[in-house]
């Protein structure tokens, strides 16, 4: 087992990754940049060394520094966390140069994982049901024949990266050439790849994904379903597990699409596999984050497994302490994201000092967060604050025990969007379970979604 792990990451996945290590004896590094030095992740680690000025790129994102920062403390693994470095093959191929453990799977999975294009090829290949669409293509004129064959509505998206970005809804053919180019600039500008794929526009369609766990010695268990269609702008709002769309005889399909996948590509650690589901309870492969996901407490709630926990010993060559049969799923988990922004005014980010705190408790109430009062929110990084998420025998509980957490969250200081959470809960489509993923755009009660 390792001794000390250096954290590449910021906020509250830094928080939560110190916390992890902290229970199971192990030493922590935090690397921060100039803008965080009053960070909560700064003060709980053991050791912590600033790797460069405010933006991301000089710091998060600055390989070399991390790389240095890790040999200098004599740290022997760097958790990634999510988002930054976490998806990146070249860091972690520089980790292993470096004799450094990544906590993450090998680089080639990353690499064939991270391109859209050859994860759909490999998803075909182990029999997963994939999108009806195309490969990638770099040219206009190719990309304007694949689209007449694929027919409208269809989807433009990024063939590398994620988070929203790079993806165009075309619904008629004349619109395509203007979606293409400001999609293809726009992956470019994110990641570095201007390539595009394209899909079939599916309509309506829930966001299922699968946690999975695989270890280097061939165990892979799957940790059951996150229900993710409440999003805005292809970002992820809140989510909860079981889904109250996902029937048993669904759910095992999935589950052992998601099994065969993970075993096709030799996956290791923690991953997950993202699918779309139409109303009829088909499923299509979308993508596979090769990462620990924001949204993975509410898996631990309903499991009992930390994943942070297991993602460190897998990544030591432990085996899975537990099997497929072994999975037990108990009630039902939500978790809500609190983001610093104004939804009433376009969404429009908040920054600044947080004059008055006050987090919600109780019985499995669970806020995951890196804020305290007084802190001073930085404009630089993302907008979330932290995350809300609460475990009840049924769904309906779920949903009563985060509306009285949310009531009792109190953020001053600045803007958040725990009123908008507190909005979609009390919606009938939401307690009836009966959402999709263009559950946002169709409420009256906000025009900016």
């Keep these: 087992m ?51 000025p405010a933006p991301a790129k000089d710091s998060y994102l600055n390989m070399e520094a991390i790389l240095s920062a890790a040999v200098c403390t004599g740290a022997q693994a760097i958790h990634p966390g999510y988002g930054f470095l976490s998806e990146s093959a070249r860091f972690a191929r520089l980790c292993e140069k470096c004799n450094i453990a990544f906590i993450g799977p090998p680089a080639e999975v990353i690499s064939r994982m991270g391109d859209k294009d050859a994860a759909k090829r490999a998803m075909r ?42 993806i165009r809804l075309v619904e008629k053919p004349e619109d395509f050439e203007n979606a293409y180019l400001h999609a293809s600039n726009e992956a470019f500008l994110a990641f570095g790849d201007g390539g595009l794929y394209i899909e079939k526009f599916l309509s309506p369609t829930k ?23 409440i999003q805005r702008k292809n970002q992820k709002l809140l989510e909860e597990t079981p889904s109250p769309s996902v029937t048993e005889a669904t759910r095992k399909k999935m589950m052992e699409a998601a099994i065969g996948a993970s075993k096709a590509v030799g996956y290791q650690n923690a991953g997950t596999l993202e699918f779309l589901m139409d109303a009829k309870g088909g499923f299509y492969f979308m993508e596979m984050n090769t990462r620990l996901q924001v949204e993975h ?89 932290g995350k809300l998420i609460v475990h009840a025998k049924t769904r309906e509980e779920a949903i009563r025990k985060m509306q009285a957490a949310l009531c009792e969250l109190v953020v001053e200081g600045i803007d958040h969007n725990s009123q908008l959470q507190m909005d979609i809960l009390q919606t009938p489509e939401f307690q009836q379970g009966n959402y999709f993923t263009d559950f946002m755009q169709k409420q009256s009660w906000h025009k900016s979604f």
């Excluded at 000390?4 to 990754?17: D, P, S, T, Y």
């Excluded at 040219?139 to 269809?154: N, S």
């Design 125 to 166: 290949e182990a029999g997963v049901p994939v999108i009806p669409g195309c490969d990638a293509v770099d040219d206009l004129e190719t990309a304007k024949q694949h689209a007449k064959r694929v027919g409208f509505p269809l989807l433009v998206k990024a063939k590398a990266g994620g988070g929203g970005r790079g």
């Design 2 to 52: 390792f001794s000390k792990i250096l954290i590449a990451n910021r906020g509250e996945i830094a928080v939560r990754v110190i916390r992890a290590c902290r229970e199971m004896g192990i030493s922590t590094v935090a690397i921060y940049s100039q803008a965080d030095q009053n960070a909560l992740h700064v003060n709980l680690a053991d050791e912590s060394i600033c790797v460069g």
């Design 297 to 385: 407490p509410v898996t631990e709630m309903v499991t009992g497994i930390d994943l942070v926990k297991w993602q460190i010993r897998v990544a030591a060559g432990q085996p899975l302490g537990f099997t497929q049969k072994e999975i037990k799923l108990n009630g039902c988990a939500m978790e809500c994201r609190i983001n610093a922004e104004n939804p009433s005014m376009s969404f429009r980010p908040s920054s600044g000092r947080i004059s008055l705190l006050h987090v919600p408790g109780g019985p499995w109430v669970r806020f995951d967060s890196a804020v305290y009062q007084d802190y001073v929110v930085p404009p630089f990084y993302d907008s979330m604050l």
């Design 207 to 229: 966001h299922i994904e699968m946690q999975m766990l695989c270890d280097r010695h061939g165990n892979v268990v799957c940790l059951g379903e996150r229900e993710c269609s």
